[in-house]
Structures are given as C-alpha cells and as structure tokens.
C-alpha cells in the first residue's frame, strides 16, 4: 500500500516518476489567470492566522462545507477563525474523491510542512502550527516559497492600476504583477447595473457614451491604457458564448433600452456584445495580446443567498446551454475583422471539450504555434479525472504540445500546489502513454515536453520574458 500522498503520489511509473521529479517539479510558476488582489501583494500582507489566507475567500471550500451541514457563520459569517478552521478539518475527511481533500493536503505539505491528514481530531494543533508559520510569512514571501514568477490579475476596464504601480515602481520585487483586462461588466447588456457601470466608464475615458460604438472605443482607449502599465492579455467572462450579426442598429438598440435600466431582448443584446467583443478583439491582435475566453457558468442561481452575500460566494454552477456551437461564427467575425488574436478557450462544460479543440483547429494558421488554445481544465473540472479528459481529448484532436497549461482561478496564496497537482496528472498521463508503447521512451524530447506543458509554453505565449 502506497503512503498517503507520498513524494510519488499519483506518479504510478518509472517514466511519470522521473519526468515529474526531474523536470516538472523543479520549474517555477506563472499563473496567468487569478484573482488576487494586487493590494495585498503591494502592501505585502502579512495573515493573523491560517483561515485567513486558507478560507477566505475561498467559494470552492465554502460549497463543500455548506454541503456538509456547516452554517453559514462558520463559511463566510462572523464566527471566530479558529471555529472556521475546525469546521473545515471536520468536513475534510468526508471529502474523498474531491480535488479540494488533495489540494487541502498539498497546501498543508508544502506551505507548512505538515503530512498529517487533516480531521477533527488534530485540528486545533495544526490551525496553531500553521500560525506560528505564518508569523515568519508575508503574501510576497509565500509567492516566492512556491517559486511563483510572474503572475496576471483580474481587473476591471475603470480600475487605474495603481497598486500594480506601486508593485512595478518597487525596487525589491522582482516577480511581475501583471494586470489583465476583463471587460464583462460593459458587454454583459442584460445584467443589472449596466447603466450605471457604462456611465462610469464614461467618467474615466472623459465623455458621455450615447451608443455601441461608443463603448467599443471607450475599451479600446482602456485597453491601450492597460497596454502602458505592462498588461498582455485579457479575459472575457461569458455566462454562454453569444453570437449575433454584429449589426449597429440592433446593437443600438439595445444600448438604448438598457440604459433605461431594463434588460433588451437577447437578440439584440448579443448583437451589442458580439460588436463590442470584434472591436475589442481586434485591438488585442494590434498589440499582441491572449485573449481569454471562458464560457458556460450559470452564475448566482440561490438568489436569496446572492442578495445575502453578494456574487462569487459558491452559488454558480455548470451551464448545458454554453453556447459552444457559437463559437464557430464568433471566431469567423474576428477572422473577417481581420482582428484574430492570440487565444484561450474555456467552457466550463466538459461536454464542449472536444468541439472547442475542432473548431479552433478551423483557424489555425498564420506561423503561429497555437495561436488558439483550449484552456486548462476550469474550475469544476480541474480535477484529476476532468483534467485528464481535457488533456486526452486535446492530444487527440489537436496539438499537445503546443498547450499552455495550468492556472489558479484562484483567490488565495496557497492555491499554487494546483500548479502541482496539474503536472502530476500530466507526467503521469504521459508515463502511462509511453509505457504502454504509445509513445517512444525519448528521455530528450519527453523532457523537453514536460517542461514546454509545465512552463515555457506559457512564458513563450504570453510573452512574461522570464528567464531560467
């Protein structure tokens, strides 16, 4: 019997044991998605305990415990930090078979040394162990114990990025802090606020936008600001991939109602959004940006709860209406603009795995290696299960090598060990393939390919320059 999440865990051959230890385990991180908060990376934070840095917002361990009976004071209410932690280690064990039980563990081995199993039996000595750790641990310094090299944030078209200024301007650290353009809130037409977020909008570019047209310059004029503050990429979140003839009429149109503070009919909101993504897009291609794409999230579905706590509290879920087969028609728009950029194509519904890999195959081209990528296993699905299937079904029905690999959605400190947890699954993915007879036991190129799916792809396609 193998010992609990041991040195070699889930690396079950020779080959996946030496391309994990000697490769993959030895290169550092770029997460090019997440949500931290550049604040605190500014400020370099320093945590009071562990549940601040662990559970804090941390939607992924919140479903789990609400799931299993723990109320709401001891997920996101006023309970005391101890009585959290000890909420958390208590439902911990019930999670087997759960990404959350090994991320927990790996977070535990490699943030704080400990390979205990985490219960309620020794929760309180492992939430004071981990404290007395942390005394000697800013965010910055936690970033640099998991070797993290770079980083891009999320962040809206009206933030000014002055933290990011403060990081960039900061002699003494020397990983990058990125921003990343996410315009959601000035094409998602239908939502509530849009009115008033489009009058922000019009506050910082310095006039009233009257019209689609005007909200696609506005971007463009952001975008261009972001591009002067180090920003190489953007993320657009869709609830469905939308696609209507990007006609100015009906975009019109429904730029007009919706400034009303109603909602237009959908065929006239995708018109906006579709108009407004092409501009968008192509202003990426001019300057060289990853366009990020994620779909397929039905967002904020307990609306009680939502109005309680706000968004992004473990209250979204999968979406069957995606919108996948829109992709094909949106991705032709860009082509046709002459405006197709770099990119990155996520659906949240593991059912459009392999019609994403075929339809960017459709665009393909240019010299560009990848050009279009389809996006690491995403939030519900990086699991191991759900990243071996987008990792088989990429390999075969498109080009493995060319992908760009792993990133943390992620809100906390400690969530790099899914950097871990991915090039685990990936050696042993591979080990398995080349033991078996599928693919030549090369030592030369299997190397080469764990480290390009580990980190050069994505430091090639982004363009961080991070040197090794």
């Known amino acids: 019997m193998k010992a ?15 391309l994990y230890h000697e490769v993959a385990e030895q290169l550092p991180i770029i997460d090019y998605h997440c949500h931290i908060d550049p604040r605190e990376i500014a400020e370099d934070r320093k945590f ?45 064990p019930q999670l087997i078979g759960n990404p959350m039980y090994h991320w927990s563990h790996l977070e535990l081995q490699r943030g704080f040394d400990i390979y205990e199993p985490l219960n309620a039996d020794n929760a309180d000595e492992i939430y004071d162990k981990c404290n007395e750790i942390l005394k000697n641990y800013s965010a910055r310094q936690l970033m640099r114990k998991f070797n993290v090299k770079a980083i891009c944030t999320t962040d809206d078209p009206v933030d000014d990025l002055y933290w990011h200024g403060v990081i960039a301007d900061d002699p003494t650290m020397e990983i990058k802090v990125l921003p990343a353009f996410r315009p959601d809130k000035a094409i998602a037409i239908e939502k509530p606020g849009f009115d008033a977020y489009i009058r922000k909008l019009g506050e910082v570019v310095g006039r009233e936008l009257t019209s689609a047209e005007d909200v696609a310059a506005a971007l463009v004029e952001r975008i261009d600001y972001f591009n002067s503050k180090g920003c190489l990429c953007a993320d657009h979140g869709l609830d469905y991939c939308m696609y209507a003839e990007p006609d100015s009429a009906a975009a019109n149109a429904a730029f007009q109602i919706a400034m009303t503070g109603k909602q237009p009919p959908k065929d006239q909101g995708d018109a906006f959004k579709t ?7 192509k202003r990426y291609t001019e300057l060289n940006w990853v366009m990020q794409i994620h779909f397929g999230c039905l967002r904020n579905n307990n609306k009680p709860a939502v109005a309680l706590m706000g968004p992004d509290h473990g209250h979204d879920a999968i979406n069957s209406q995606s919108g996948v087969e829109n992709l094909a028609p949106l991705l032709n728009a860009f082509v046709e603009n002459n405006g197709l950029p770099k990119m990155i ?75 871990e947890y991915f090039r685990r699954i990936l050696c042993e993915l591979v080990g398995e393939w080349v033991e078996s007879g599928q693919y030549p036991n090369d030592e030369k190129q299997l190397k080469k390919l764990v480290a390009d799916l580990s980190f050069n792809n994505t430091n090639n396609f982004f363009r961080f320059g991070i040197e090794l």
């Not at 609990?4 to 030496?18: I, P, Y």
């Not at 108009?275 to 897009?281: N, P, Q, S, W, Y």
């Not at 279009?372 to 071996?388: E, H, I, K, V, Y």
């Open 48 to 92: 009071d305990n562990i549940t601040q840095v662990w559970l804090g917002g941390d939607h992924y361990k919140w479903r789990q415990m609400r799931t299993c009976g723990v109320t709401e004071d001891l997920c996101t209410g006023d309970a005391p930090d101890r009585e959290k932690f000890r909420a958390f280690a208590t439902i911990l």
């Open 345 to 419: 194509l996520y659906s949240l519904n593991p059912i459009d795995n392999a019609a994403i890999v075929t339809i960017m195959g459709c665009f393909q081209g240019g010299g560009v290696a990848g050009k279009l990528q389809q996006g690491s296993a995403w939030w519900f699905n990086d699991t191991r299960p759900g990243m071996r299937e987008q990792l088989t079904t990429l390999a075969a029905d498109g080009a493995l090598g060319q992908f760009v690999g792993m990133l943390t959605d992620s809100r906390s400190f400690l969530s790099y060990t899914r950097h």
């Open 275 to 281: 108009l407004v993504t092409i501009a968008c897009a």
């Open 4 to 18: 609990f999440m041991d040195q070699d865990f889930l690396l079950s051959t020779e080959t996946a044991k030496k």
